[in-house]
């Protein structure tokens, strides 16, 4: 069975965007939150253009290969104007969880609006027996809800960035994890998490 992992840059106190993120606006004031993908020269293997550290190249391809499919919230899909009508991840297409119609969707975009569950299960159909990406604060809360998830990874950004939208929302009870692994990179530390059940 195919995983379902949600991979964020995150900051030390736990947001995924600085203030004032959306369209046009990037991450806000908080665009740092990606550097570690160009400080270095390490090509990625999977997203071209990308120039990382030897270590967090290592680390960001190992995640970015076993994708086959994404799940986008609509705030993500809106903030990135769209994937410019494509998707975040050079070979997995997308589909975007919304409860709203959004007449702009290409037809390399599927919508759903039917719930995490229904999402979670087109993209294991779409992934062809790789891995489910998930992306968004809301949808990883929504996916952890439903038991769903079955790996965190935080690329860790050493910021305590003060605001913006948090990576984890209120839970109705605890999840542990259990740390897989630790990588210490320039910029950036990779932290895996597997959620233990
Ligand atoms: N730092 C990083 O690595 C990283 C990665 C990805 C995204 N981001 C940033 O994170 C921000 C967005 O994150 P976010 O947490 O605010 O939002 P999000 O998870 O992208 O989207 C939330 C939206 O998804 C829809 N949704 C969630 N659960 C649903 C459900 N069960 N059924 C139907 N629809 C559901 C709802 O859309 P409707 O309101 O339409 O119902 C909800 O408002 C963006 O600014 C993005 O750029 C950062």
Avoid: C
């Avoid at 908080?30 to 550097?35: C, E």
């Avoid at 994404?70 to 769209?82: E, H, K, L, N, Q």
Wanted: glycine share 16%.
């Amino acid at each position: 069975m195919s995983k379902v992992l949600i991979a964020h840059a995150v900051s030390v106190d736990g947001y995924i965007t600085g203030r004032n993120p959306g369209a046009g606006r990037g991450l806000g004031d908080a665009g740092m939150l990606f550097d570690w993908y160009f400080d270095g020269d390490t090509p990625s293997q999977v997203f071209g253009g990308f120039e990382l550290s030897g270590p967090s190249a290592q680390v960001f391809d190992t995640f970015a290969g076993r994708v086959g499919a994404i799940v986008a919230g609509r705030t993500t899909y809106d903030a990135s104007d769209g994937f410019g009508g494509g998707s975040p991840h050079p070979a997995a297409r997308v589909f975007v969880l919304s409860r709203r119609p959004a007449p702009e969707m290409t037809e390399r975009q599927t919508l759903i609006t039917t719930g995490i569950e229904d999402a979670v299960a087109a993209a294991r159909e779409a992934a062809g027996g790789k891995d489910v990406g998930l992306m968004g604060g809301g949808v990883a809360t929504e996916a952890l809800r439903a038991g769903l998830v079955d790996e965190v990874i935080l690329h860790q950004v050493p910021i305590l960035l003060g605001g913006g939208r948090p990576f984890f929302r209120s839970l109705p009870g605890h999840v542990r994890l259990g740390l897989v692994q630790a990588v210490p990179a320039p910029g950036v530390t990779h932290l895996h998490y597997q959620v233990e059940r």
